[in-house]
């Protein structure tokens, strides 16, 4: 039996046969993900929309894998304009509130297609309790 255990969501998938995390014991990474609209698969014209799909399927993929926001040791952003984070700011900070306890974030300008504003991935650590999938 493998190790890694493979974390899919509920209306969300790539368009490549990959799933949306790999977990590995503990260890969680996961692909890209998006912020396109979970029902209509679409891409919400504007960041403020898009950002807000990105951190929930950063909660659903945390609950899927076993733990919680809080098991999330580092997050990468790729920005369509690098300089316009006041959408990821916002979301940061209703996740992540206390600067003493929140994850590494590192944010990128990125050349994105189909629509895409922003696209985001994330490593977590889970503590040992939390059992597989």
Excluded at 74 to 94: C, E, G, I, S, V
Excluded at 101 to 122: E, F, T
């Amino acid at each position: 039996m493998s190790r890694r255990t493979s974390i899919h969501i509920a209306g969300f998938a790539h368009a490549n046969p990959v799933p949306v995390a790999s977990r590995i014991d503990r260890h969680v990474y996961s692909g890209v993900l998006t912020g396109r609209d979970p029902e209509t698969k679409a891409f919400p014209a504007d960041l403020d929309t898009q950002m807000a799909n990105v951190f929930d399927r950063v909660r659903e993929l945390m609950t899927a894998a076993g733990g919680t926001t809080d098991d999330i040791i580092k997050l990468t952003f790729w920005l369509a304009d690098y300089r316009d984070r006041d959408a990821l700011n916002r979301q940061w900070l209703a996740m992540f509130p206390d600067p003493d306890d929140s994850p590494a974030r590192q944010a990128m300008s990125a050349q994105l297609d189909n629509g895409a504003l922003v696209q985001c991935d994330l490593v977590a650590i889970l503590p040992e309790a939390y059992p597989a999938p």
